[in-house]
């Protein structure tokens, strides 16, 4: 009895925390899902400030729906990785994408000088753990400003 009633709460929890705030923001309506980029954002929360040069206010852990072709975001972004926060304010990532659907996480290397990365992963995000190695499919580093 005492499992099904964990196993119960268990579902409960996975169910809510699947749709917290992973409404896709769309910037394009009329173009067709299949045509565009669909970028996952599941690890980070983000507050995207430009997007190629245009002034927006998104504030996103989740799905962005853009135009394929050269993407230039400007963001301030927080995520959690075991006992660290890592932020970042103004951060410019820059990448062309086809049409397709990707998923993005940040990494971060400290050898005496930090990098800092956003690896880019093709398909969706996977239900549980980060993306395998073999979707990679790009990296864009960038400076945190301090």
């Keep these: 009895m005492n499992k099904l009633k964990y196993l119960f709460i268990f579902g409960i929890v996975l169910l809510f925390s ?9 910037f ?5 899902r299949e045509d565009s980029v ?3 954002f599941p690890y980070c ?3 995207i400030t430009s997007y190629n040069g245009i002034t927006v206010d998104w ?3 989740g799905i962005l729906v853009l135009p394929p072709g050269d993407i230039e975001l400007t963001f301030d972004f927080a995520e959690r990785a075991g ?10 990532f ?8 990707y998923t993005l996480n940040f990494v971060t290397r400290v050898d005496g000088n930090e990098r800092w990365s956003f690896n880019i992963h093709s ?3 996977p239900t549980m753990g980060y993306p395998r190695r073999e979707t990679l499919v790009g990296n864009s580093p960038f400076y945190r400003q301090r």
């Design 59 to 61: 504030r996103r852990r």
């Design 18 to 26: 699947s749709c917290l705030n992973m409404t896709p923001l769309v």
């Design 123 to 125: 398909g969706k995000p």
């Design 83 to 92: 006992d660290f926060i890592y932020t970042a304010k103004d951060v410019s």
């Design 38 to 40: 669909v970028l996952n």
């Design 45 to 47: 929360e983000m507050t």
């Design 28 to 32: 394009d309506e009329t173009l067709a």
């Design 94 to 101: 820059r990448y062309r994408f086809e049409a397709g659907e």
